[in-house]
């Protein structure tokens, strides 16, 4: 397969496809995430750039970030991709999973650009997307809930059996999807096998912006895998 990039949210959707993508032979370049046009945030989760740069790091794989507005989003996207095709990359991962709008835009902008997209998550069960992510051993969190879903309790979660366990619980009395595909949750991958290092959270803040409960992240570090802190 080409070279590619790997359209980059930092949550569990974005990082099972870039593992599965290089695990299918595919050699990822670069991680891309497109952010405000004040370059603080990214557009996609409401994340700090500062904390994917963090998380690229901890990967080991480039993190190219592209400041951008709602209204040239689209041709942003594109240049970005232009700049990628400089470098002979002419692969683009996503992790989209059923949001056929969606892969309808991914097809088009890629299609103008001389890009193949490549979609390893698509229309699979999300109950067993979760529960690949879980058993490769990936760590994550939770840092973006809507609050009339979900709501402030479930910030800091980290998603693994018991997450899926209660989010098939509550969903006997909500529509809920399993990988938050309609905006449910948001995610931050904090380690797993794509990372060299693993990103401690030391300290949080919550906030509650347009109906939805946020996670920052106020103070973290990184550090080897599978080494426990000083004064664990």
Known sequence: MSDAFVSWSGGKDSCLACYRAIASGVKVRYLLNMVTED???????????ELLRVQAEAIGIPLVQKQTTSANYEADFKNALLAFRQEGITLGV????????????????????GFT????????DQEEILKDFIRLGFES??????????????????????F??????????KNITPCGEVGEYHSYVISGPLFRRHIEIL???EELKDDRWFLRI?????????KASEGD
């Open 94 to 113: 996503f992790g989209d999973i059923d949001f056929s709008e969606h892969r309808q835009w991914i097809e088009r902008v890629c299609s103008a650009v």
């Open 164 to 173: 899926l366990a209660d989010l098939k619980e509550l969903g006997k009395t």
């Open 203 to 205: 300290d949080t803040n």
């Open 117 to 124: 997209p490549y979609l390893p998550l698509w229309e699979q």
């Open 39 to 49: 370059g603080r945030q990214s557009r996609s989760h409401g994340l700090s750039s």
């Open 218 to 226: 106020v103070k973290y570090k990184l550090k080897p895998k599978g």
């Open 141 to 162: 969190v939770v840092v973006v809930t809507k609050n009339d879903v979900l709501g402030r309790e479930w910030l800091g979660r980290k998603i693994d059996s018991a």
